[in-house]
């Protein structure tokens, strides 16, 4: 069964399904986990996405995570190993139609630190919301069902916008 990619408008359930799986992971993961964020289209009101949950989880030690690919699994959640980013483990829910992901890796990493600034760049920028949703319907419609396809019509935007989120937060932390 092929995967098929579509761009949902916002649902209010979202952040509902975030903190039901939260309490999972707060679970299974206890002290280890630092931070356990919802990222994501998802995890901005009003913003188009499709319809998985991201989420952001900090840990103490990727070791202890190895050691819990069972517990996850019980979860629901296949394990993909760092999935092309190093320092992470990577886990999908739902199958073919994901439901979840989860990103794990360990504190301060860069690619948690940028994840967390692209959403909060997207909260705090309507008009940079606005375009990437515009974008969004656009690959999703463009893309056939190809996820490299979808992901590279995106690829130009994030990046610059990660660019400007990294300015805005410099800014921002400096008139604090």
């Not at 630092?34 to 998802?42: A, K």
């Not at 979840?100 to 690619?111: D, S, T």
Request: charged share 25%; net charge positive; aromatic share 10%.
């Amino acid at each position: 069964m092929k995967r098929v990619i579509k761009v949902l408008a916002y649902n209010p359930k979202w952040p509902e399904m975030f903190f039901e799986t939260k309490r999972s992971l707060v679970s299974l993961l206890g002290e280890q986990a630092t931070s356990i964020e919802h990222i994501g289209s998802t995890s901005i009101p009003g913003l188009c996405a499709k319809p998985i949950i991201d989420i952001l989880v900090e840990v103490k030690s990727l070791s202890h995570i190895d050691s819990l690919i069972t517990k996850f699994e019980e979860l629901g959640f296949v394990s993909k190993g760092e999935n092309g980013i190093a320092g992470r483990r990577y886990f999908q829910k739902g199958g073919v139609q994901r439901s979840h992901h989860l990103h794990i890796f360990e504190e301060n990493h860069p690619h948690a630190e940028d994840h967390r600034l692209f959403r909060d760049y997207l909260k705090t920028h309507k008009q940079a919301a606005f375009n990437y949703a515009e974008l969004k319907l656009l690959a999703a419609e463009a893309c056939n069902n190809d996820m490299k396809k979808y992901m590279a019509i995106k690829d130009g935007f994030i990046k610059a916008r990660l660019e400007e989120a990294k300015l805005w937060n410099k800014k921002t932390l400096s008139n604090i």
